[in-house]
């Protein structure tokens, strides 16, 4: 095969003498160096975008396995089981449960509502029937409550306590923390 080049003092294409071996050879080289170049940053690519690892709860053994524990703080709140503070039907949540107010009354149910931005529907991490785990240094909110029921839309980062009309309550609480997990708090 032959190669030409211009050589701009004949003012022509004159034939090059230069060997097609060594021309081979230097393609050869850099198309693997490409090849090997392109493998290496495919690599360090997997390495830096493995799969995260599943934050979900595991049940094992009756213990709730949580690998990646999630902690937010939210600002508080809290609603009756009244229709001027819910929909029509105030006994009713927003996964179908029925709140029982004697059970409300007695302190054996404790639910609450988060804002959309924290359920699973809307691109959170919670869902309906999770138990979350809350600290505040006012006790009455302190402690495991589940999730049963969601916010208005307009509401962002926000837990309402869902409480009998009859307890005196905090109204609004900041630098609440709410977790997937039990966390040792100091």
């Known amino acids: 095969m032959k190669n030409y080049r211009y050589d701009p003092d004949k003012l022509k294409f004159v034939e090059d ?8 050879g230097k ?21 830096a975008n493995k799969p995260a ?6 049940q094992s053994s009756g213990k709730m396995i949580v690998r990646h524990p999630l902690l937010y703080a939210v600002t508080g709140t809290y609603y009756n089981a009244e229709a001027g503070q819910c929909d029509d039907r105030p ?3 927003a996964d179908g449960s029925q709140i029982s107010l004697s059970k409300l009354r007695s302190g054996a149910v404790r639910w609450v509502a988060l804002s959309r ?18 600290w505040h240094h006012n006790t009455m909110l302190s402690g495991r409550w589940v999730v049963r029921d969601c916010m208005n839309r307009r509401f962002k980062r926000r837990i309402d306590f869902l409480v009998d009309s009859r ?8 630098g609440v923390l709410i977790s997937n997990s039990e966390i040792k708090i100091k």
């Open 17 to 24: 003498e230069k060997d097609e071996m060594k021309e081979f």
């Open 91 to 93: 006994t009713e949540t």
């Open 27 to 47: 393609w050869f080289l850099y198309v693997c160096m490409t090849i090997f170049t392109l493998w290496s940053m495919y690599f360090i690519w997997l390495v």
């Open 167 to 174: 307890k005196v309550f905090p109204g609004l609480s900041h």
């Open 117 to 134: 931005d924290l359920l699973k529907r809307w691109g959170g991490h919670f869902d309906y029937g999770d138990t979350i785990h809350v």
């Open 53 to 58: 690892r599943r934050s979900e709860p595991k």
